[in-house]
């Protein structure tokens, strides 16, 4: 098994191996130019033809002198400045982040565990996020006044949590309180989603939820109510109300973009899960063809998804659940156990690196990382980094105060319960 990272594995891979070509070229050169106008764009990868929208934001491209750093100076750079900042700097590191951000992270995680990093480090004067906005978002949610946030990259989105927006919800609930009565539903958000949306849960008497407690969030929430809106992932939606027991005609799929989501009022009136039509790109690509065929090649393997892949492939899976869930289970296993993985590439590669004594490899036979979290590279954060060592606090993120009340109480809601949504 290679113990290449991904970047290496895309600068020597055959460009067929690729989802896209480009993910060969330097992150910057995605990047917006100083003089010209910005047009958001996610990148290669996954997402790369996803709409994205107009207000998504956009990174301009960083001094030339990080962007000419070979890699070894750019790690003793980081190195230096994570060793001037000390205590007063933590570095978060999603599992989807390159082998080259995540060696510098103090802290690696699910959104979940990061969501708990980050409220328990109030220590610490800076919190750089390697991750992407929704997760930096809640991050300065959850902090303390002090502390500032700051996220490397600020083309780090999620084409995801893109896919809902405030207005598409307000008018989504508007029509439901029209329809059944909005006060007989409980909206719940996926973190992976603007914090205005989380303060939309808080505000009326809902929650959010991460992959790892989400059954355990959306069970909360049908205590209070008929009905749950759940957005802006169909699929973590279904996969859950699937473990809930919610029957099938039960579950319906409001689409944002067609009056009444392009449901009838009798269906709605059935509806006990409404599911935002949204979808991670990157899960999207493994399919059921992938795991036959992984069973095919090893009769042994084990199968395991995370549960924004679709409800079909999340059943011919073994086992689904959270990146943390799914670290934690094959770093468990036995050694020559064999392992198929639908989750991002970055963390499936590392995954194989780390334990040589398993076969570990990723459903998907060709490299596609999440667009988004590819976009964080090295120059950024020694960028980012040596700023904060001169006083300069660059991409900061900041919720405004009023949006922060209302995703606070979204979060702590989820963050009292305790954790679990595993199968
Ligand atoms: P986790 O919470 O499982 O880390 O998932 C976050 C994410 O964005 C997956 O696509
Ligand atoms: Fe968003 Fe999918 Fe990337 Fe996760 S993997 S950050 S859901 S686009």
């Given amino acids: ?78 190195a230096a400045a994570k060793a001037a900042l000390g205590s007063r700097l933590v570095i978060l590191g999603h599992h989807y982040q390159r082998d080259e951000i995540i060696r510098w992270a103090d802290f690696r995680g699910d959104s979940f565990k990061l969501s708990q ?40 989105g999620c084409s995801m949590a893109d896919m809902a927006d405030e207005p598409q919800v307000l008018s989504c609930w508007r029509q439901l ?21 989380k303060a939309f849960c808080g505000e ?12 355990r969030v959306m069970a909360w929430a ?17 996969n ?19 009056p009444l989501g392009g449901l009838t009022p009798e269906a709605l009136g059935r509806a006990r899960l409404i599911l935002w039509r949204g979808w991670c790109s990157v899960h999207a690509r493994f399919t059921t063809a992938q795991i036959a065929e992984a069973r095919r090649r090893y009769p042994d393997v084990t199968v395991i998804v995370h549960p924004e892949c679709r409800r079909e492939v999340v059943a011919a899976a073994d086992l689904d659940g959270s ?13 020559g156990s064999r392992w198929a993985v639908g989750t991002e590439i970055n963390m499936v590669n590392r995954l194989a690196a780390e334990h040589p004594d398993k076969t570990i490899f990723c459903l998907d036979p060709v ?23 001169d006083g300069r606090v660059l991409n900061e993120i900041t919720v405004a105060d009023q949006v922060k009340k209302g995703a606070r109480l979204a979060l702590d809601r989820m963050l009292s319960l305790p954790a679990g949504g595993g199968r």
Avoid at 39 to 56: C, E, F, K, L, R
Avoid at 205 to 214: M, R
Avoid at 323 to 335: C, D, F, G, Q, S
Wanted: proline content about 8%; hydrophobic content about 40%.
């Fill in 1 to 78: 098994m290679s113990k290449l990272s991904i970047a290496e594995r895309v600068r020597t891979a055959p460009t067929a191996e690729l989802c896209a070509s480009e993910l060969a070229w330097d992150p910057w050169a995605h990047d917006a130019q100083p003089d010209e106008p910005a047009v958001p764009a996610y990148g290669p990868g996954a997402s790369q033809w996803d709409a994205i929208p107009a207000s998504a934001p956009v990174q301009t491209e960083i001094p030339e002198r990080y962007r000419r750093m070979p890699d070894e100076e750019l790690a003793r750079r980081i």
């Fill in 117 to 156: 990093h980050a409220a328990s480090r109030g220590d610490a004067d800076y919190i750089v996020f390697c991750g992407v906005h929704f997760m930096a978002e809640s991050a300065d949610i959850l902090a303390a006044d002090h502390q500032r946030v700051v996220l490397p990259n600020l083309a780090a």
């Fill in 177 to 197: 309180g029209e329809a059944v009565g909005e006060q007989r539903v409980v909206p719940v958000t996926y973190m992976n989603s603007a914090a205005a949306l």
């Fill in 204 to 215: 009326r008497g809902g929650a959010a939820c991460t992959s790892s407690n989400a059954s």
């Fill in 222 to 238: 049908f205590e209070r109510g008929e009905r749950v809106l759940f957005f802006p992932d169909e699929h973590l939606g279904r």
């Fill in 240 to 258: 859950t109300g699937d473990k809930l027991g919610i029957p099938d005609e039960a579950m319906v799929v409001w689409d944002p973009r067609r």
């Fill in 323 to 335: 990146t943390e869930l799914i670290l934690e289970t094959i770093t468990k296993a036995p050694a």
């Fill in 367 to 389: 490299i596609c990382p999440c667009s988004t979290m590819y976009r964080t590279h090295p120059a950024y954060v020694a960028w980012v980094l040596e700023g904060l060592v």
